[in-house]
């Protein structure tokens, strides 16, 4: 059974940095898409940023374009995804998922602009709280 986890979340400044994690554990993916999304109280779930397993490809919400920064590890063999997210920003306090969709050996092909839509994963974390205060 996948499970994502992830990590890093807390109450910042504006203008701090936060860096949050999420590991995949049950399976380890061979090729896959793995994303963050948010949602703030009241809000729906919004898309932030969504990388492809090499890591040479990334896309990001406009939003956060140029203050957060996507990227993948493998930590004991986990694979992993990471957000450091700087020049933080009360409008960024919300709920941070990360997820996965697993290519299963394929992903020739990845549009990655496609990964802001929710339907495009397959697995999801339980999501860890980002708090900034003004």
């Known amino acids: 059974q996948v499970q994502l986890v992830e990590s890093g979340g807390g109450l910042v400044q504006a203008g701090g940095s936060l860096r949050l994690s999420c590991a995949a554990s049950g399976r380890t993916f061979s090729t896959y898409v793995m994303g963050w999304f948010r949602q703030a109280p009241g809000k729906e779930r919004e898309f932030v940023a969504a990388?492809?397993?090499?890591?040479?490809?990334?896309?990001?919400a406009n939003s956060v374009k140029g203050r957060f920064s996507i990227s993948i590890s493998k930590d004991n063999a986990k694979n992993t995804v990471n957000l450091q997210m700087n020049g933080l920003e009360p409008e960024d306090t919300a709920v941070y998922y990360c997820?996965?969709?697993?290519?299963?050996?394929?992903?020739?092909?990845?549009?990655?602009?496609?990964?802001?839509?929710?339907?495009?994963?397959?697995?999801w974390g339980q999501g860890t709280q980002v708090t900034v205060s003004s």
């Open positions: 997820a996965v969709d697993d290519l299963d050996g394929t992903g020739l092909r990845v549009v990655l602009s496609e990964y802001k839509y929710e339907y495009k994963y397959d697995y």
């Open positions: 990388i492809t397993w090499t890591g040479a490809s990334t896309y990001y």
